[in-house]
């Protein structure tokens, strides 16, 4: 029995338009494959404007029924447009309906509190999924498919931080074997809301933004699915965003770790643990185009393929600030890197990237831009005595700094592509204050001023990644 699971993004489920051709992908695939499993993304917006209504429940209560009416006729209109029989369209809005009062209700507690508590934050932010599950079920059973929208809550179990849950797989899967499985074995269409999950005591969590493609390798795993296909709004994984990079091109092959590299270092395309739950079996991964749906897409597997040393693809992370600790002190001190970090972890940061000078004289960082004077607080705290004693002369940021990443397999074995990375910015004259090279051996990442960075990733992308 061969198993597809599918996402659909945001801008795929956009409007009526791309909806028709997410269902047509679904009657095209339902034929060739035993079992379909589909997971929905929001409609594109609606996530951002439910997160602006906690904002507003607080503020000005008054909007929170004008979002609401946006967000039915969004849905609504949709459904007008695709659904002839008037049974399934009543049903369709009365269902909708009954989701947006789960909306409004926990709006009106947000705004009796004064404040939106994360656990609230998290059923508000997942009201999208939950309706435009229904809408994309709804439109495949007017196709004659058989299909009903599932709420994930039932499925992904999570821990409770809330905002940035991460799955049980173990009772994950039990959930999937008791809620999912049987849909799929009755040859039923299973569309179920991704970017949501729930605690084992049922409390709705969310896996963070731009989660529902972790949502589909979760239950994609539970079911042992043969191959995962993302369907976006881009031909596939680029060789760099293209808002950015006019000339990006698609990348015909990954390796999981290059993806991995490329979605953590700000490649939006894919969220930075969709690979994770593939893994242990070496399930494959397609990125595809909604819009052109014949072209093939982006593969994405477990092994690296294309030249060694090539560098495929280079992206950009922006707003943060690069922390550096410094004096001629430090050299040799055991520790000094050890308590550096255990401050930073006391102030509740993660790092993104780390280099060391060669001379040991200094630590640099890199953290989000809001964290930094937090941090800088947390180390002078821990340091008081080396900064007393002159053996760490300052604590200091470069803030606006972005971080840019070059990305392909076997960049650490082959010489010469960091000369030519180096090389070709000295050139356009962008000054790098750091450099480190990724754990997982495929990034190279720099550090450089933000005014840099859409030069840095242009300059990048036409010498060296073009040029593989
Ligand atoms: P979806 O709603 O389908 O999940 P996203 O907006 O989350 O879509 O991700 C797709 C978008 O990611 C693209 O429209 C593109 O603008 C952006 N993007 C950034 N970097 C890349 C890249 N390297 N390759 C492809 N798309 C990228
Ligand atoms: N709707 C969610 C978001 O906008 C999840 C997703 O689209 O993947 O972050
Ligand atoms: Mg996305």
Same mark, same amino acid.
């Given at each position: 029995m061969k198993k597809l699971t599918m996402k659909f993004g945001g801008t795929s489920l956009g409007d009526a338009q791309a909806i028709s051709r997410a269902a047509d992908i679904c009657t095209r695939e339902q034929t060739s494959w035993g079992w379909l499993l589909v997971i929905a993304s929001a409609m594109s917006g609606i996530t951002d404007l439910l997160l602006e209504s906690t904002q507003a429940a607080i503020?000005?209560? +008054?909007?929170i029924r004008s979002i609401r009416t946006e967000i039915f006729r969004r849905h609504a209109e949709v459904g007008e447009q695709l659904i002839q029989s008037p049974d399934r369209r009543s049903v369709l809005l009365s269902d909708l309906a009954a989701v947006l009062d789960v909306f409004e209700r926990s709006c009106e507690e947000i705004s009796q509190r004064g404040e939106a508590e994360a656990a609230l934050l998290d059923i508000v932010a997942s009201i999208g999924e939950r309706c435009s599950a229904r809408l994309l079920a709804a439109v495949l059973q007017e196709r004659d498919l058989p299909s009903m929208a599932l709420e994930a809550s039932q499925l992904i179990v999570t821990d409770n931080?809330?905002?940035n849950a991460a799955p049980n797989m173990q009772l994950t899967e039990k959930r999937v074997r008791g809620n999912l499985l049987p849909i799929l074995e009755r040859g039923i269409i299973p569309v179920v809301t991704g970017f949501m999950g729930a605690t084992f005591d049922g409390e709705i969590t969310t896996l963070g933004r731009g989660g529902s493609d972790f949502s589909a390798s979760i239950l994609g795993a539970c079911i042992e699915t043969d191959e995962l296909w993302i369907w976006t709004d881009?031909?596939?994984? $680029?060789? +760099?965003?293209p808002a950015i990079v006019a000339n990006a091109q698609v990348i015909e092959k990954l390796s999981y770790k290059e993806v991995s590299e490329l979605a953590y270092f700000g +490649? @939006?395309? $894919?969220?930075? @643990?969709?690979?994770q739950p593939l893994v242990e079996r070496g399930t494959r991964i397609w990125v595809r185009n909604t819009f052109e749906a014949d072209r093939p897409g982006t593969c994405i597997g477990p092994r690296p393929n294309g030249k060694?040393?090539?560098?495929?693809a280079v992206t950009a992370i922006r707003e943060l600030s690069m922390v550096t600790v410094e004096g001629?002190?430090?050299?040799?001190?055991?520790g000094v890197a050890a308590r550096t970090f255990a401050a930073v972890a006391s102030a509740g940061v993660s790092v993104l990237m780390i280099s060391q000078a060669s001379s040991e004289q200094s630590i640099s960082f890199v953290v989000p831009n809001e964290t930094a004077k937090r941090v800088i607080a947390a180390i002078e705290e821990e340091m008081q005595r080396e900064l007393a004693r002159r053996d760490i002369d300052s604590v200091w940021s470069i803030d606006e700094a972005v971080v840019v990443t070059a990305v392909g397999a076997g960049l650490r074995d082959t010489p010469g592509v960091a000369a030519r990375i180096f090389g070709s910015l000295g050139r356009a004259n962008i000054n790098v204050y750091a450099i480190a090279q990724g754990s997982s051996e495929c990034g190279l990442s720099l550090v450089v001023a933000s005014e840099n960075a859409q030069a840095a990733v242009q300059t990048i992308h036409d010498a060296v990644v073009m040029d593989a």
């Open positions: 503020q000005n209560y +008054a909007v931080r809330f905002q881009v031909d596939g994984v $680029l060789t +760099a965003d +490649a @939006k395309v $894919l969220h930075p @643990k969709t690979i060694t040393g090539s560098i495929k001629r002190g430090m050299i040799g001190v055991p």
